[in-house]
């Protein structure tokens, strides 16, 4: 995998709107909150333009994409946000010859992720400039820390769905796109042996199974080691059902063996998100389950960040 030059004081970083259209006010916001950062934010030259519901026509999204994936002068991509059209630009890709730098966002974008992985790029799964960074939705220490190198956190808590331990290359995201995804030539593995990060919104439990379920049985899973969902907002089952979402989700991955836990703040989710560099090294291993009363505790783990997703100068990893 190619890790990405650091973000550092002043680099400029292209705002773009692959997907979904965007509102001035809130792309506003996002570019301020770049420029807190210390970063120099350069709107994409059709970044407000609207065509239904996407960000401008095909041809207008796949201009500014391409743009911030190859001018020499800028050193990071943020996306604007997600919503739909992202995949309409994929098969235009194949012929871009595209720069490695820090590329960061989720949703709609996890098929952009996608086509970045299956060429070599590490990018990452973080907040997006007019959602979470402008309305403060975001962990700034966490893409700080990571899109310039500087982590502090190197472990992120969850709670065990099944034990277990597994290592492998981070990737995954936002499941409606990872499922769109299965039988194209852009589907998962993307990396090789690697967890999996699922994250979605507001996705009933039937769903969740139905997409899982096709994931599983188009082979999709077959070098993944270890899963790890998100908060899953919104996805609960509801009171009257008489199984909850855990149920569902295990149900769904029947025969996976590996680990598989949940609660990742990333993506869609009511918490501050988290920046994870994709296509980096992680380790997802339980913690000791303490016994109490009647019943032994909740199955706790972490997720161990083993790797940086850039570098001072951008190098391959092995």
């Not at 401008?56 to 020499?72: F, H, N």
């Not at 492998?168 to 299965?182: D, F, K, R, T």
Request: glycine share 12%; charged share 20%.
């Amino acid at each position: 995998m190619i890790r990405p030059k650091a973000l550092g004081p002043g680099s400029r970083v292209a705002v773009i709107a692959p997907a979904g259209r965007v509102t001035k006010a809130r792309l506003d916001e996002g570019l301020d909150c770049l420029r807190s950062m210390g970063f120099e934010p350069v709107a994409g030259e059709n970044v407000l333009k609207r065509n239904l519901h996407q960000a401008g026509l095909d041809d207008e999204r796949l201009s500014d994409l391409i743009w911030s994936l190859t001018d020499p002068e800028i050193h990071g991509v943020i996306c604007a946000r997600g919503g739909e059209g992202a995949t309409a630009l994929l098969p235009w890709l194949e012929a871009a010859r595209v720069e490695p730098r820090v590329f960061c966002g989720y949703s709609d974008v996890t098929a952009l992720h996608a086509w970045l992985q299956r060429n070599g790029w590490v990018t990452f799964h973080g907040p997006m400039a007019a959602i979470e960074m402008a309305n403060d939705g975001f962990d700034m220490n966490s893409f700080i820390g990571e899109v310039t190198g500087v982590r502090t956190e190197h472990s992120i808590p969850l709670r065990f769905l099944r034990s277990g331990q597994a290592e492998g290359v981070l990737s995954g995201g936002c499941l409606s796109l990872l499922a769109a995804l299965a039988g194209t030539e852009w589907a998962l593995p993307w990396t090789g042996r690697s967890i999996l990060l699922i994250e979605d919104v507001a996705e009933p439990p039937y769903k969740l199974h139905r997409m899982l379920t096709q994931l599983r049985d188009s082979q999709s899973l077959r070098d993944v080691q270890g899963i790890i969902f998100g908060t899953m907002s919104k996805c609960e089952a509801a009171a009257d059902d008489g199984f909850t979402l855990d149920e569902v989700l295990l149900d769904a991955l029947k025969g996976f063996e590996g680990p598989i836990a949940i609660g990742l703040p990333i993506g869609h989710c009511d918490q501050p998100v988290l920046t994870l560099p994709l296509g980096t090294r992680a380790l997802l291993a339980p913690e000791e389950s303490q016994q109490g009363g009647t019943a032994p505790a909740p199955l706790t783990g972490r997720l161990h960040l083993t790797e940086l997703g850039v570098t001072e100068e951008m190098v391959v990893l092995d």
